[in-house]
């Protein structure tokens, strides 16, 4: 089975704090996905990276950066935490499609951090 | 860009019975592939059934089967036979066949109740 570790479930920062956010696959999966989930809005994409270095900006990146320096490894930054960045994070990752050829591989999911900023 | 619309943000369904979770979409594209993803209280979101658009039957997995009307923009989730452990939060999901991220609906409270 597909396992998807995101570092922390629970986190407690401070505003202006730099904040990170990591999450780790072991399927060798091309596709990492970081998404901020919130009451009544469903999950909106953040950041997502197809490759190595590589990185997309989502429908909210604002406030926020990532690092993929290993194909395993997708690091979600907070610059400088803020409140209205409380909220459940969650790391998903999917096989990509240039290995698949197919665009129905599913998206696998950690357990999601919930982060708090006071 | 598309966007993924669930009307009922709260749901609930008595032991054994059956019910059905709305999704709709809105997409310029032909072919594309839509999900239900299961969310349960404090625990991993896991994929429930996933539909490609092209394929004219409906899919299904055990007690859960879509309701897939391409034209309506309409994919709804009928569970059979609820139990305890369908208590969850359910997303409808849209993907497109370029690109590499989904688009998530607002998401469906579905209590199962003894």
């Known amino acids: ?18 904040v990170f956010l990591e999450c780790v ?9 970081w998404y901020r989930q919130d009451p009544g809005l469903g999950l909106r994409l953040i950041y997502f990276s197809y490759d190595v270095k ?4 989502g429908d909210i990146p604002e406030g926020y950066s990532v690092s993929r320096e290993k194909k395993e490894r997708f ?24 290995r698949t050829g197919e665009f129905d591989q599913p998206q696998h999911f950690g357990d999601g951090t919930r982060l708090s900023i006071l | 860009a598309q966007t993924v619309t669930q009307s009922q943000p709260e749901m609930s369904v008595q032991e054994a019975e059956t019910v059905t979770l709305s999704c709709t979409y809105d997409t310029s594209e032909n072919n594309y592939y839509l999900f239900w993803y299961k969310q349960p209280p404090s625990r991993q979101m896991i994929l429930v059934i996933r ?7 409906n899919a299904t997995e ?15 989730l009928k569970i059979s036979d609820s139990q305890l452990g ?7 999901a849209f993907r497109n066949n370029y690109g590499q991220n989904f688009v998530f609906g607002p998401g469906t409270r579905l209590s199962v109740l003894p």
């Open chain 1, 75 to 98: 690091s979600l930054i907070l610059e400088s935490a803020s409140t209205n960045q409380t909220s459940m994070y969650l790391c998903a990752s999917s096989l990509g499609v240039g």
């Open chain 2, 86 to 92: 369908d208590t969850a939060m359910y997303f409808c």
């Open chain 1, 25 to 33: 696959q072991d399927m060798d999966h091309e596709n990492m996905f």
């Open chain 1, 54 to 57: 590589m990185k997309e900006k």
């Open chain 1, 1 to 18: 089975d597909v396992k998807v570790t995101q570092s922390s479930r629970y986190l407690v920062k401070r505003t202006g704090e730099k």
């Open chain 2, 51 to 57: 539909q490609e658009a092209y394929k004219q039957q």
């Open chain 2, 62 to 76: 055990n007690r859960f089967s879509v309701n897939f009307q391409k034209a309506a923009k309409s994919f709804s």
